[in-house]
């Protein structure tokens, strides 16, 4: 008995030892700086490697002449003495940056600010909509939600959020989570998954070094019936099925994931499209640096990020002796790999930099994360957490409230990130309107504008927003007797010759559309493109009444923005006065103000701008202003004339304080 009492107190401390090794590990300091530093070089390489590549084979795969090598690249490369900064590195250091700035775990609200005074150009779809929607005081992740980003389904947050994994090492779920928070700062549901997939590789990476085995990690963190786990399912089926053929492979990848995609996300930097070129580079690739690197531009469309981002998890995986000395030393004459600079061409006011020194400085805040979620560091060895999460700061959301209307029921939960608290309101409610746990609820035939302070408490820290409630009367656009506009059809034509990235199923024909009560969704949107004549124009919207209206406020919802125009770069409110002219409203005021209208990276996505001015009374109202043009990389978005976005103009009358 004594003896059968004794073996089980063995077996059980044998299992406590055996759960403990699996949930920590460790890693030398040197040998964690040196994995963070070849991740780095690897990003690197596979950026400027990949670039001549970028957008290159869509409906075929790129030859398959390996090795490419880089191309017209190598010249850049000598010129600026060093490699050199793409969107697939310079986020990463401007988050860095902020990590060094405020703390291993930054806010939402701190990464905004940076987005803001960093990224002044050079940024694309999702990454563009989102810094538009920042500079109309939007705070993530409603930069990134459906509702107000078009391009929430776009490859954007694959190629810049590798660094928050970098520097969670061995912990593939707090990487993983924290690659998903950081990924709805531009994107939303299954655009971040790719995201997700990339971080918890390379946080598991440190440790393992066999494709699919980290293939099999990433996949785990996946939403069990997620879009990009069955996609994983699918070119894993596609590579045993073609184990010696690569292209037919990329072919019915192509055919599923590109030509077969819902019309709405069709586009070659749809993010489940150019991750699954990913996974098969590595799958063909078969742990392979030199050919994984080659097939992921191979692959095709936005090429030069799979690239980069494969190269770096390579990186991590193999350490700095597991990089082709060819690929450091491009230039003969360098003793150190890319001559050991990496200088910012991309980004305002972010420094040059030795890419030795930016890896010394990853690693560090790689070993604070460590020390921060309870492991620990003695001998020069790291002890790491290994099943330690991420937890989101806790701070509100700053988006719009939806139009609210008096006569109408109400419920809206007050968006916030992290764990939620004790909250409390103060300011005066509406009649009718109670708000409690961060929810306000009811129905109330008040009109007016009702500010409000409301404060959330977590952990004894306290976080306070100030919340402008409007309570609108009845729209009176649904009562008009006629649209009035110097559009009232979109010369479709035009429109399709030009540039954009957007479903054609999300364009309106006519104008009618701006009262049917959709501010988006399929024929939501309607530009007021009239020809193919780059000349000045000025396009008005409003409505004409049998009788005469008291109005007070108007609400213009402005569409999808394009890269060559889509939004008012002056803005007024006239009337017809008793004698039939149009004259300028009194005192206008827009909410929020238009967005520098000469910067068309500062322009946002589906925001309502709010417009009030002294009432009047009125048979007929409308905004006016001059439609924006701007020159465009494609010839026939060159031709476009000026246009504006709109969805929808509603009009109030007027309510008082």
């Known amino acids: 008995m004594i003896y059968t009492r004794k073996l089980h107190l063995l077996i059980a401390l044998l299992l406590v030892v055996q759960i403990t090794v699996a949930q920590s590990r460790q890693i030398s300091a040197a040998g964690l700086e040196d994995k963070i530093y070849a991740s780095w070089l690897g990003q690197l390489i596979g950026n400027i490697y990949g670039l001549p590549h970028e957008n290159a084979y869509i409906d075929q795969a790129g030859p398959d002449n390996f090795p490419y090598g880089y191309g017209r690249n190598l010249g850049r490369l000598k010129e600026l003495e ?53 500079h109309t005081h939007l705070t993530p992740p409603a930069t990134g939600w459906k509702a107000y980003n078009p391009h929430w389904f776009q490859i954007d947050p694959q190629l810049i959020n590798e660094i928050w994994a970098l520097t969670s090492p061995g912990m593939p779920a707090y990487a993983a989570g924290k690659s998903d928070w950081a990924a709805r700062i531009s994107n939303d549901d299954w655009g ?48 045993a099925r073609y184990p010696d053929n690569w292209q037919e492979a990329r ?53 030069d990020n799979q690239a980069a981002t494969l190269c770096g998890l390579f990186g991590v995986m193999n350490g700095t002796k597991g990089l082709p000395a060819g690929l450091l030393f491009p230039v003969a004459e360098w003793t150190l790999p890319f001559n050991d600079s990496y200088k910012n061409i991309t980004r305002y006011d972010i420094p040059d930099g030795k890419i030795r020194d930016i890896a010394a400085r990853t690693a560090a805040l790689a070993g604070k994360i460590i020390l921060k979620n309870g492991g620990s560091l003695k001998n020069h060895t790291y002890t790491i957490p290994a099943h330690t999460r991420f937890h989101p700061p806790l701070e509100f959301t700053r988006a719009p409230l939806p139009p609210m209307h008096a006569g109408e029921p109400i419920h ?38 009702f500010p409000l302070e409301i404060s959330l408490t977590s952990s004894g820290i306290s976080h306070t927003q100030t919340v402008n409630l409007i309570i609108r009367p009845e729209n009176l656009a649904f009562s008009a007797a006629e649209i009035l506009t110097n559009a009232p059809q979109t010369n479709k034509q035009v429109r399709d010759s030009m540039w954009y990235s957007y479903g054609e199923s999300l364009y309106a024909a006519e104008a009618e559309v701006i009262r049917d009560g959709k501010t988006r969704g399929p024929r939501s949107v309607y530009y007021t493109i009239l020809h193919d004549l780059p000349y000045p124009k000025i396009d008005y919207f409003g409505y004409r009444w049998e009788e005469e209206q008291p109005i007070g406020h108007l609400g213009f919802h402005i569409g999808s923005i394009e890269e060559n125009g889509g939004w008012y770069s002056s803005l007024t409110v006239q009337y017809r006065n008793e004698d039939g002219y149009w004259v ?39 905004i006016i202003g001059d439609a924006t043009r701007h020159e465009h990389w494609h010839r026939n978005s060159q031709k476009v004339s000026p246009f504006v976005s709109i969805t929808e103009l509603s009009v109030y009358s007027p309510f008082y304080e």
């Open 82 to 134: 060093g490699a050199y900064s793409d969107d697939d590195t310079d986020f990463e250091y401007i988050y860095l940056l902020q990590m060094e700035k405020y703390g291993v775990e930054p806010t939402y609200e701190q990464l905004s600010e940076a987005w803001k005074y960093h990224v002044r150009d050079k940024v694309w779809l999702a990454n563009r909509a989102a810094l538009g929607l920042m």
């Open 192 to 239: 971040t998954e790719p995201a997700v997939f990339y971080g918890a590789m390379y946080s598991a990476a440190f440790f393992e070094n066999e494709v699919q085995a980290l293939i099999d990690t990433g996949y785990q963190y996946l939403p069990e019936n997620g879009r990009f786990r069955k996609a994983i399912d699918d070119m894993r089926a596609l590579y």
């Open 251 to 303: 072919r019915e990848l192509c055919r599923k994931y590109y030509y077969q995609e819902p019309e709405d996300t069709r586009t070659i930097w749809n993010s489940i499209l150019n991750g699954s070129c990913a996974v098969l580079a590595m799958l063909y690739g078969g742990g392979d640096f030199q050919r994984t690197l080659d097939l992921a531009c191979a692959m095709g469309f936005d090429a």
């Open 412 to 449: 809206y939960a007050l968006p916030v990130s992290g764990t939620t608290g004790h909250w409390e309101l103060r300011g005066r409610l509406p009649e009718g309107l109670q708000f409690g746990e961060g929810t306000l609820r009811g129905q109330t035939g008040e009109t007016g504008r």
């Open 584 to 622: 300028n409203a009194e005192d206008i005021s827009i909410q929020p103000p238009l967005s520098h209208p000469e910067d068309i990276f500062r322009q946002p996505h589906f925001i309502e701008y709010f417009i009030s001015f002294k009432p009047i009374k009125t048979k007929a109202v409308r």
